[in-house]
C-alpha cells in the first residue's frame, strides 16, 4: 500500500501523544523484543519517524526508509541530525550485511510482497543480526468486536485478504489499507529468508481497553540472522 494519500493525516494521528496504541504498546515493544543499541539499526517502513526517535533516544544509531516522500520530509524536518531516505521494503538500497538490527514496527501487514520484504530485511542484515517485528495480530485482523462483545470471525483466518477501513477519533481521521496475514505467512516468511524465530509476543499493556485484554490486538517478534 501507499502511504502517500494519507501522510498528512497519518501526520498528525501519530503526533499526537497517546492518541493510537502505539503509546501503550510501544513499551513491551523495546523493552521485551528489541535488542540493546549496537552498530547500525534500518527502522524499516518508518513513517514520520516516530520509531526511529524513540530508537534513537535509546541510543541506536538508526536509518529510516518509507516509500512515502511526504512522510520521509516530516521526518528529517523533525530529526534534523537523522537520516531518512525514500525507498521501498521490498528493495533495500543497501549492501549486504549493512545493519545488525532491522526494525520493522507496523510495516510489514502494509508491503505488497511480504516475502520479499522480510527476504531484503535478512539480506542487509549481518550474521548474528536481528529482524524485530511488531504487527496487528493476525487474529485481530480476522474478527471484530459485536454488539455483545463477542469476538467474531466472519471470513477466514487462514487466507491473506486485503483491507481497507476508516477510523475516526477526536477529530482525526485515518483511512487503514493493507494486507490480512495469519501467523503461518510470517512464519513461512522467515524461514523462507533463513531466519530463526527467536522471541514472540502478545502483549496485553494496562491502560488498553478490557476487550483487548481478551484478544491480542499486536503480535511482535524477533528473528536471528544465523552465523558468527
Given amino acids: 500500500m501507499s502511504w502517500e494519500p494519507e501522510a498528512e ?4 494521528w501519530a503526533r499526537t501523544p497517546g492518541h493510537d ?4 504498546y510501544r513499551d513491551s515493544f523495546f523493552g521485551s523484543i528489541v535488542p540493546p543499541p549496537a552498530k547500525l539499526t534500518l527502522d524499516l517502513g518508518t513513517g514520520e519517524g516516530r520509531v526511529a526517535r524513540d530508537l534513537a533516544q ?3 544509531r538508526v536509518v529510516g526508509i518509507d516509500s512515502s516522500r511526504t512522510l520521509v520530509r516530516h521526518a528529517r524536518e523533525a530529526d534534523a541530525g537523522g537520516r531518512y531516505l525514500v525507498a521501498a521494503a521490498e528493495a533495500l538500497p543497501f549492501e549486504n550485511g549493512r545493519f545488525d538490527l532491522v526494525v520493522a514496527y507496523n510495516a510489514l501487514m502494509d508491503v505488497e510482497d ?3 520484504a522480510v527476504r531484503e530485511a535478512a539480506r542487509v542484515l549481518e550474521p548474528g543480526g536481528r529482524l524485530c517485528v511488531s504487527v496487528t495480530h493476525p487474529l485481530a485482523d480476522a474478527g471484530r468486536f459485536a454488539q455483545d462483545e463477542a469476538f467474531v470471525i466472519e471470513g477466514s483466518y487462514l487466507e491473506r485478504s486485503r483491507f481497507e477501513g476508516a477510523d475516526e477519533r477526536n477529530g482525526l481521521v485515518m483511512t487503514w489499507r493493507g494486507w490480512n496475514h495469519p ?6 516468511a522467515l524461514e523462507a529468508a533463513d531466519l530463526l524465530l527467536e522471541s514472540l509476543g ?6 488498553v481497553s478490557e476487550r483487548w485484554r481478551r484478544v491480542p490486538m ?11
Avoid: I, M, V
Avoid at 493525516?9 to 498528525?12: A, E, F, G, K, T
Avoid at 496504541?21 to 501503550?24: G, S
Avoid at 501467523?183 to 513461512?188: E, G, P
Fill in 9 to 12: 493525516n497519518w501526520l498528525r
Fill in 21 to 24: 496504541p502505539y503509546w501503550h
Fill in 58 to 60: 535509546r541510543g541506536h
Fill in 114 to 116: 511480504l516475502d520479499a
Fill in 183 to 188: 501467523l503461518s505467512d510470517y512464519t513461512n
Fill in 202 to 207: 502478545e502483549p496485553a499493556p494496562a491502560g
Fill in 218 to 228: 499486536f503480535l511482535q517478534f524477533r528473528a536471528l540472522k544465523p552465523g558468527c
